[in-house]
Each structure stands twice: as C-alpha cells, then as structure tokens.
C-alpha cells in the first residue's frame, strides 16, 4: 500500500472507530461506500488485468467517504489539505545549511588560510563523529529509531497540533487519534525522510565552505600559515599527515616535510607562497571525509524513504481491516488468539469474557489460546522457551495484565522486551475489571481508574506496542477500543 492510500485509510479508521454512534458517517454512508468501492477497485483491476486486492478496495473507499464527510464539513476539508512540516524542511534546511558552511570561514582573517583552521577541522572532526555514532547505532540498534522526540516526529508527519475549530465532537476526536496514530505508524518513513535531510545538510555545509576558500581565493592572496601555542612543527606535520592522508592518496596534490610546516609558522613573516596547495588540501580532504559519505548515506536514507513510501507497513490483520475485507468475498479465516495473563489468573466469569472479546475483535470463528499465568517476578528468559514465532498454531499472541497493579519496569517491563523480541507483533491487554470492583464511584468515573489507565498507555508506549483496555466482566465496555484490535504476530 502506497503512503498517500495508507494515510488516508488510516484517518478513515480513525473516523469510523470513533464514530461509535454514528453521528458522522450513517449506516447508509457506509454501505454506499463499500459498495461503491468494491465496483470501482473491480474495474481498476479488470483494466488493470490483475486480481482485486483488499489495498485497491480500501483506497476507494477512503476516497469516497473523506470526499463525502469534506462535502459536509469545511472544516475537515481544511485539515485534509494541511501539509507537514518535513517536506518545507527538507527543502530549506540544505540551503541554509550551504549558506552557513559559506559563512563559517570569515570568522577567520580572510585574507589567510590557516593550516590549523578551527572551522574546518571542526567540521571534519565533528562528520567523523556521527560516523562513529552511526555505526555505534548500527550493532546496537535501539527500541525505537532514531533521535527525533515524539512531539517534533508529529508535526513532521502530521503538521501542526491545533485542530480546525467548528468539528463535530467524534471527528475532532478521530482526528486527535489519527494524529497519534499516524504519527507511530509513519515513524520510520519520517525518520528515514529527516535522515536524508540532515546528511544532504552537512553535505551541502562542507561544500559551502569550500565554494567560500576558492571564491575568496580568486579575489585575494592567502597567506599560508599556522599557529600554535603547544604544538610544534614536528606535531603540526603529524597531524597533518594523518587529516591529508586520503586526500594525498588519491590527488596529485604535492605533499609538505617538517620544515615546509615549520616555515609557514605565523611567528615569521607571513608567506602567500603554497597557499592554493593549502586549500586544495583541506578541500579535498572535506570531499572525500564529508561530503561523498554524507551523500552516500543521504541516498541511503532516500532509497528506504521511498522504499516505505511505496510499501507503507500497515497492518491489515486488524480487526478493523478484516471485518472490511468481507466486502470483497476475502473475509478472515480462523484466528487464534494466545493470551498470556502475568501474574493474574482468570476466574470462569473471566475467561468467558475473554473469550467474548476475541470473538469482537476477530470474529465469531475465533478461538482463545489462554496459557498458565506467568509469575511475578521470574526471569523472562525461562519463561519464555518455549514461545517460539514457528511453535504452536496461534496467529495473534497477547499478554493480559490486571490494571490493579502498577507497571514496573524491572518485571512488566522486561516481561514485554523479552516477549517482543521473541514474537513480533506482540499487543498488550489490560483488564480493568477488579479495580472497577472496588471503585468508589459505580458509574465508572473514578480517578484512580483514569489515571491507572492513563500511566499503562503511556508505559506501553515506551515499549512500542500496541495496548488495549478491556473489562472481562463487561465485554461490551470497551468495543469500540478493540476495533483497533492486537496486532498479527506472526506465530505460525
């Protein structure tokens, strides 16, 4: 699915999960639209000569609703036509970045190229840091990519965080949900699209001052020298052997001895003899340190970019999706679905509410895989041998925490790393139900219970992975939530 096709399909969710009364988008609205966007992907894939897939449904029929519900409210119009802020930034950013890199040099006399130039070295010296740091990144990757926080990875995926005024109350939050959702599931395109700015920048930053050392040498004589209170020829030369190497190497640029080094010290008299060699020197060595890696990886980042953009990783196991896919005659098979409750173990009641709830998350064929609850406190390790991604026949893998108890990161924390990385995909469940037991205010809006769920949203956050709040004693409670559902993790 391409990125413009996901974006929109994912706001539509956004749209129809929040929609739960049906204020916004009518049963008839819905219909119409399913039914609309099936003849229509029928066609495209009859001229097209290829089968119908549920990627070209969903794509027309994101278009006719999104036109439909912008027909109706101007407001959202609006929203569907704000752009994000990566697209301007990536245009700007390098060309301010030439700028500056033209600018830094007249810091220093500009009528003098020191061998010792604080500018330059910086910039070399800094690249070969985030060489090292990338590298670093590359054999221990971490949780999440990249370096960007959560709040500057939304506006640039999604723009500004103020919502068009004059909605009506589901889709402003539809809106609001799409933002966060958007803003997850495009992290690592977005991340990708900055990376290929940021290299293209530092690129553009060392050629600007180059552009500066040859236009100012056209127009002036540089004095070549150097100055140093403690270093002398002999470490100079060193230094400079080891930063010119590579450029000495693969240009015929004639080389420098000790004494070349010791003549141009600046408490002699200043020479302009050699200047142009000085500069050939630190531009080529800014080309092949800077420069071609800066690009080299600038097209990396471009070729995942666009890789993600035409293959947008959406997940279309959702119960969402599935549900959809019984308008064009592919309907979910059976799903298995295997629950790992931690530290909490289910009473009969409990365990037929469970199972209600995987049959309205997947569907009336569902069945509901429960494994022995899991310790407090134990090793993950031990746990976990035997749930391999190829052993047992679940599709979907869970684990079900009690919403009474407080995230710790030492157990439920490392309980969820280790899962993770041992079957992807993994989601969480949280059930509310014994803590509702106890509340003080019956009709549901006690506190204690908002912020409970508030901090476990929050600490499945961190970990990257999908939560969902259930009541095993009122299935019903929370239906709407799971039409987002667990994501697929590949258990076969």
Not at 6 to 20: C, G, K, M, P, Y
Not at 46 to 56: M, R, V
Not at 96 to 118: K, Q, T
Not at 411 to 435: K, W
Request: aromatic share 8%; proline share 6%.
């Amino acid at each position: 699915m391409k990125e413009q096709v996901a974006r929109r399909v994912t706001l539509v969710r956004a749209i129809e999960t929040a929609d739960v009364k049906h204020e916004v988008l009518s049963d008839d609205d819905r219909m119409y639209a399913s039914r609309s966007a099936r003849e229509l992907a029928q066609w495209s894939a009859a001229d097209g000569k290829s089968p119908l897939t549920l990627d070209h449904f969903l794509e027309q029929r994101s278009e006719q609703i999104l036109k439909r519900l912008a027909e109706r409210t101007p407001a959202l119009r609006s929203f569907l036509h704000r752009r994000p802020l990566l697209p301007l930034l990536s245009a700007l950013l390098p060309l301010l970045a030439l700028i500056a890199g033209a600018a830094i040099d007249h810091i220093a006399d500009p009528h003098r190229v020191d061998l010792l130039s604080a500018p330059l070295l910086l910039i070399i010296g800094w690249n070969l840091l985030v060489y090292l740091i990338l590298l670093v990144w590359l054999l221990i990757p971490a949780r999440r990519t990249g370096w960007v926080g959560p709040e500057w990875m939304r506006r640039l995926s999604v723009g500004k965080a103020r919502l068009p005024r004059k909605l009506p109350a589901p889709l402003a939050a539809a809106l609001g949900e799409y933002t966060a959702d958007w803003t997850q599931l495009s992290w690592k395109l977005t991340h990708a699209r900055l990376s290929r700015t940021v290299h293209l920048s530092a690129a553009a930053f060392a050629l600007g001052a180059i552009l500066s050392l040859y236009a100012r040498g056209l127009l002036t004589e540089y004095a070549a020298g150097w100055e140093s209170t403690f270093l002398d020829a002999n470490q100079v030369h060193t230094l400079l052997s080891w930063l010119f190497a590579p450029a000495l190497f693969l240009f015929p640029i004639e080389g420098f001895s000790v004494a070349d080094v010791q003549a141009l010290r600046f408490v002699q008299e200043p020479s302009g003899a050699g200047g142009a060699r000085w500069v050939h020197l630190y531009a080529a060595t800014l080309l092949l340190l800077v420069i071609l890696p800066r690009l080299v990886l600038s097209l990396f980042a471009g070729w995942r970019a666009a890789r993600l953009a035409r293959r947008f990783p959406i997940d279309l196991q959702q119960p969402y999706f599935r549900n959809l896919a019984t308008h064009i005659g592919a309907g979910p098979g059976p799903v298995t679905l295997r629950v790992l409750p931690y530290s909490f173990t289910l009473d009969e009641r409990r365990d037929r509410g469970l199972s209600a709830i995987a049959v309205s998350m997947y569907g009336e064929q569902t069945r509901v895989m429960l494994r022995p609850s899991l310790p407090y406190g134990e090793d993950p390790k031990g746990i976990l041998l035997d749930l391999r991604p190829d052993a047992g026949d679940a599709t979907v893998t869970a684990v079900l925490f009690n919403l009474a108890s407080t995230p710790e990161q030492e157990n439920h924390g490392a309980l969820l790393s280790a899962i993770a990385r041992q079957l992807p995909g993994v989601g969480v469940l949280v059930d509310e139900s014994s803590m509702t037991e106890r509340a003080t205010h019956p009709t549901g809006t006690d506190p204690r219970v908002a912020e409970r769920i508030a901090l476990w949203r929050q600490f499945c956050t961190h970990y990257q992975l999908p939560v969902t709040i259930v009541n095993l004693l009122q299935p019903e409670k929370y239906k709407a939530d799971m039409q987002g559902g667990v994501a697929a993790a590949g258990a076969r």
